[in-house]
């Protein structure tokens, strides 16, 4: 996946190691649903997201561009590869019609597409389909009848 910052072109790909080693998986699940809650959760939750969303992109960076590798082993140079992730991510959110959703999803894509999730994610995917597939005529059935 390409993600454009500013004038740049960030290769994105969230490789096995690094991806596991940040628990992105489980802090993304942790974002899916933003509505839940009251008022002061919801910003909880979004301020939590703005926070994670340097640490997704800069594991999804490792792959491509060394510039932002670090040990992911010792955590050795973690920080300040952050900051450059950080600073990658503010140069985004302060471009005219940056979306954090938009961004969100466009780093989630990349988690779930193109990465070696993908084929477990296209097989989950395929499941639900074939369930729907055969859930959807029965309650047509059960809906007509009643």
């Known amino acids: 996946m390409k ?9 994105i790909k969230f490789a096995y190691k ?3 080693k940040e628990r992105i998986i489980s802090k993304y699940v ?3 649903d933003l509505s839940n809650g009251d008022k002061e959760a919801y910003f909880e ?3 939590d997201l703005l926070l994670f969303l ?3 992109v800069l594991v999804g960076l490792q792959v491509h561009h060394p510039e932002f590798k670090y040990n992911c082993d010792t955590g050795e140079g973690k920080e300040e590869q952050l900051d450059k992730a950080f600073s990658l991510v503010e140069e985004y ?4 019609g940056a979306d954090v ?3 969100f999803n466009q780093i989630q894509e990349a988690l779930l597409e193109d990465s070696f999730l993908r084929s477990l ?3 989950e995917q395929k499941k639900a389909e074939e369930i729907e597939e055969t859930v959807q005529p029965i309650l047509e059935v059960v809906q007509s009848e009643n």
């Open 3 to 11: 993600l454009k910052i500013g004038e740049k072109e960030y290769s």
């Open 18 to 20: 690094p991806t596991l």
């Open 30 to 32: 942790k974002f899916a």
């Open 45 to 47: 939750k979004v301020e």
């Open 54 to 56: 340097p640490e997704a």
């Open 93 to 96: 959110m302060d471009s005219d």
């Open 101 to 103: 959703m938009e961004f």
């Open 121 to 123: 994610f296209q097989k």
